[in-house]
């Protein structure tokens, strides 16, 4: 089955500036590849996602990029915020497969903003 | 719309006890996954619900089961509690390829 690492565990930056989370994946198949950002005591939620047939995406300060022959794609994220402080997760579907709606996720970073 | 949501929000049992929870999706989504979130072991994958329809299943053992109602409302249970089920119960629900989670359920087995 599929399976996800994601790099680095913690991550502590300074307001201002960028913070870049990775993640690999094992199944070539997968072609769907959301990031969700989980506050403490909330419920995980979709900040940015990417299909495989687009090498980058943008939305504001958020970016994702992939890279299929690599089997990685990573998060971006410009002029860090102290709100941007949370736990951040990859995760990896094949959306076309019979893992329907099955999402693998990695194990998290915990990011830090310092003000 | 409103947003997918779970009930109850707390539960605390004790070990050998049963436990049902309770997932009510975004209107129009047909398909409800479930996820345990621990710690140790991060979200993992416990299964999906499409139509009433039991799609995939992840490598949880039979104690963990669930199901769909018409109206995609869902439930999963878990039976026979072992203090290692303690965790974050997660219901996502998805129209197309964005899944959006629940607020979660914190089961607490003692």
């Known amino acids: 089955g599929e399976n996800v690492e994601q790099h680095p565990s913690t991550l502590s930056v300074q307001e201002g500036d960028s913070a870049v989370i990775k993640c690999t994946y094992s199944?070539?198949?997968?072609?769907?590849f959301p990031w969700y950002k989980q506050e403490l005591g909330k419920r995980p939620q979709l900040i940015i996602d990417i299909r495989s047939n687009v090498g980058e995406k943008k939305d504001q300060r958020i970016a994702v990029t992939l890279n299929k022959t690599a089997k990685h794609f990573s998060l971006h994220i410009t002029e860090t915020q102290p709100e941007d402080s949370a736990v951040y997760f990859c995760?990896?579907?094949?959306?076309?497969?019979?893992?329907?709606?099955?999402?693998?996720f990695g194990q998290g970073t915990i990011l830090t903003v310092h003000p | 719309k409103a947003g997918v949501t779970q009930t109850p929000r707390y539960l605390i049992k004790t070990r050998g006890q049963q436990v049902t929870l309770s997932c009510s999706p975004i209107?129009?989504?047909?398909?409800v996954s479930w996820y345990q979130q621990t710690p140790g072991q991060g979200l993992q994958f416990l299964f999906e619900y499409f139509s009433e329809t039991q799609r995939n299943k992840g490598n949880f053992p039979g104690r963990f089961s669930g199901r769909q109602f018409s109206n995609s409302r869902s439930e999963m249970n878990v039976s026979t509690l072992e203090l290692g089920d303690s965790a974050l119960y997660l219901c996502a629900s998805r129209e197309g390829n964005e899944q959006f989670f629940g607020p979660g359920t914190r089961l607490t087995v003692l």
């Open positions: 995760a990896a579907r094949n959306a076309g497969g019979t893992s329907y709606g099955k999402l693998t």
């Open positions: 199944d070539s198949a997968s072609n769907y």
């Open positions: 209107s129009g989504h047909r398909s």
